[in-house]
């Protein structure tokens, strides 16, 4: 029973297919350009014919890029008249308007169930019943094993008969109602494509006449390409460069024989889910009142749906260099001496750096993309799904450069042995891993720290260099005030400070070497000696020294700062006033005023000095009273005591009289001192001496 069901329901399944043909297979990728920044671009190319749909399969995570870039383009005269893409949307989602369902257990039972109503044509033994379905009769029989469970289908006939079909008798079943077998047919679709939820079908339908040819291209996220350098030095002979990218296929198809170009340079880029479907919220309006205001809770869920399901906002557009442009190959051609003096060795035995570079023809020409440049490889490569290539893109003897010792404190504790690189190839060279060697020996490791375009320079270090040393001092100090000068009641002074540094580099070499020395530069201090350094790089002096093989060389680096101190004339004592009349730096105008404002500070303090006199004799009168009052206190009205209360009477009387006088001196005096204070101040703030 489960057999016949089985193939019965396949059967169901054999609906009338599309009049427009899929083809079977892809467009093959024949184009990969790779950035820096994250994203690739990817270019196929096919053939199609007449009116034909061509499906590519993306993982979902690509959709994102995907829908932000492709475009397809019939180079043949025809159109591409749609592009349709599986939705985001979860599978009840798709099929919330398809009331049919294909049911997990009892499958065909089940479904047709279902189609109660629906016209259906079943092939049997006799010949074809048409009708349509009025439902499923189950019926028990007993057999020697048991109770089995047969199935009949009820058809109501055209000829107005209701007639049971066993189910163990149909061969075919086919679905009459158009519209039932597209909802069967949809479904089918998404309940197959939601097995495999991280693989998205992209479908063209490209229309046209003939056999054409098609063309698709789009970017999605990529592993940056990386670089790796060897550079080989060899006795009498230019250094060889030479450079490989790394290529990594981390898709789900081969690549073969693919035209690669990487770019050099960092475009702009960005994800934007355009991939997302978003519902937002909508103010559900009772039938007959559409001119209600909605409640004020009802906008502010607006407003907070609307932020939540709309996408984030897109920062500037990618630079471009999307697609590389078609230049003509500015190297192809090889320089004929080269060839000629390769034929002249060809019977000779190859050194090492010959042999790796005849190994590796000329790898990569450079093109310019826009404002970026590029590597595009003479060759086309292919490379398994899952795996990476290294990729020749430069093998070149080059002029510049030159072998150095080289010392930067802040990196180093020790010199090292360096190249002092300059880029004199045609090409941009990106930043990398350089692997240096001497002959077929490896000297070292170094790194080509940025991007280099042509003539520019970079100090690649591989090798700490035991046989030169360097010791260093600092030294701290001002020189002399060489200006003074007054303005808004402030003393400027002015004067330079210096900050020494002293190398003494020593070689215990057995060769003369070049020495360069990297000096961080002091915040704020400008170079006074030497006068000019051989480069200046971002915060750093470079010096070059000539270092003979046994000598030790002392290099002096001083940096100068001006420093301005400022004192504030008022309050300054008249010892320090008189310190700076003294001064040659003061002109003879601001001397004179020193002396003026130390003579009226001085009559000032002198007012205060008085005012602080008169004080204490006030609190030593105060004092005195209260003890004499205390001694009255206790005196009894006998004569000897009446007498002394007289005179203790009388010294109260004086005391009070001297008190007042005290009052009304320290009165004049304060008032005195504050006016010299107020004409002191007045002058100080209008002098100028500038």
């Known amino acids: 029973m489960k057999t016949a069901a089985l193939v019965v329901f396949l059967a169901a399944l054999a609906l009338p297919g599309s009049a427009q043909d899929r083809a079977d297979q892809p467009l093959k990728i024949r184009k990969i350009v790779v950035y820096k920044h994250g994203v690739g671009y990817f270019e196929r190319e096919g053939k199609v014919n007449g009116r034909q749909q061509v499906s590519l399969s993306f993982k979902a995570a690509q959709m994102k890029d995907l829908l932000k870039s492709l475009y397809a383009v019939d180079l043949s005269g025809g159109k591409i008249a749609t592009i349709n893409y599986d939705t985001k949307d979860p599978l009840a989602k798709q099929l919330e308007d398809i009331l049919i369902q294909v049911p997990e257990a009892n499958a065909l039972t089940q479904f047709l169930m279902q189609l109660k ?21 189950p019926e028990e029989l007993q057999t020697k ?13 055209d000829d107005g008969k209701i007639m049971p079909v066993d189910l163990l008798e149909v061969r075919e079943l086919e679905i009459l109602d158009e519209a039932l077998q597209k909802d069967l047919k949809r479904v089918l679709e998404v309940s197959a494509k939601s097995k495999h939820a991280d693989r998205k079908s992209v479908v063209l339908d490209a229309d046209g006449a003939g056999e054409r040819d098609l063309r698709v291209g789009y970017i999605i996220e990529t592993p940056i390409w990386k670089t790796s350098y060897r550079l080989l030095f060899e006795e009498g002979q230019k250094p060889l460069l030479q450079g490989w990218a790394i290529l990594e296929n981390t898709t789900d198809e081969d690549w073969d024989q693919v035209e690669v170009s990487f770019v050099a340079g960092s475009p702009m880029s960005f994800i934007m889910d355009l991939y997302t479907a978003y519902y937002p919220f909508r103010a559900e309006i009772p039938v007959g009142v559409t001119a209600a205001a909605r ?13 939540a399901g709309a996408p984030a906002p897109a920062p500037p557009g990618m630079a471009r260099g999307r697609a590389l442009a078609e230049k003509k190959d500015k190297a192809a051609a090889e320089p004929a001496d080269r060839e000629e003096g390769l034929a002249r060795r060809g019977e000779m035995r190859k050194s090492f750096a ?16 826009g404002e970026l440049f590029a590597y595009k490889a003479r060759e086309k490569v292919s490379v398994k799904r899952g795996q990476a290539a290294l990729v020749p893109i430069l093998s070149e003897r080059v002029d510049g450069g030159e072998r150095v010792v080289h010392w930067r404190p802040s990196v180093s504790t020790r010199p090292l042995n360096a190249l002092y690189f300059k880029n004199t190839t045609s090409l941009t060279l990106e930043a990398g891993p350089v692997t240096f060697f001497d002959g077929s020996t490896c000297i070292g490791e170094g790194l080509m720290r940025k991007v280099l375009k042509k003539d520019m320079k970079d100090m690649m270090p591989y090798a700490v260099e035991a046989g030169v040393a360097v010791e260093t001092k600092v030294n701290h100090r001002s ?52 006068a000019k350094s051989e480069e200046e790089l971002e915060g750093q002096h470079r010096f070059r020294l000539e270092l003979k093989a046994g000598q030790t060389l002392e290099l002096k680096v001083r940096e100068t700062q001006p ?11 008249a010892e320090t006033i008189r310190f700076y009349l003294g001064q040659r730096y003061l002109s003879e105008a601001a001397k004179k005023f020193l002396g003026e404002l130390s003579a009226a500070q001085g009559e000032i303090n002198r007012s205060r000095a008085e005012e602080n006199d008169l004080n204490q004799e006030r609190a030593r009168l105060t004092e005195d009273d209260q ?3 205390q001694n009255l206190a206790v005196l009894r009205e006998t004569a000897g005591e009446l007498e002394l209360r007289k005179k203790y009477l009388q010294r109260l009387e004086a005391s009070d009289t001297r008190l007042e006088q005290i009052r009304t001196e320290i009165k004049d005096k304060g008032a005195r001192r504050a006016t010299l204070e107020r004409d002191l101040a007045k002058k100080v703030q209008e002098f100028r001496d500038e």
């Open 354 to 369: 010959e042999e790796l570079e005849l190994s590796v023809g000329p790898a990569a020409a450079g093109v310019d993309v």
């Open 295 to 307: 409640p004020e809770s009802q906008l502010h869920a607006d407003a907070k749906a609307a932020t």
């Open 479 to 530: 020189d002399p005030v060489t200006r003074g000068w007054i303005a808004n009641g402030v003393l400027n002074l002015s004067y330079t400070q210096n900050l020494e540094t002293v190398y003494a580099v020593k070689s215990q070499l057995g060769r003369d070497v070049v020495f360069y020395l990297d000096h961080a530069k002091a915040g704020g201090y400008k170079l006074a000696e030497p």
């Open 627 to 629: 003890r004499v009052r």
């Open 563 to 573: 420093v301005q101190n400022q004192v504030a004339l008022l309050g300054t004592n």
């Open 117 to 137: 109503g629906a016209r259906i044509r079943a092939q049997v033994a006799g010949g074809a019943v048409t009708g349509s379905v009025v439902g499923v009769e």
């Open 145 to 157: 094993d048991g109770i089995t469970t047969r199935y009949k289908l009820v058809l109501f006939r």
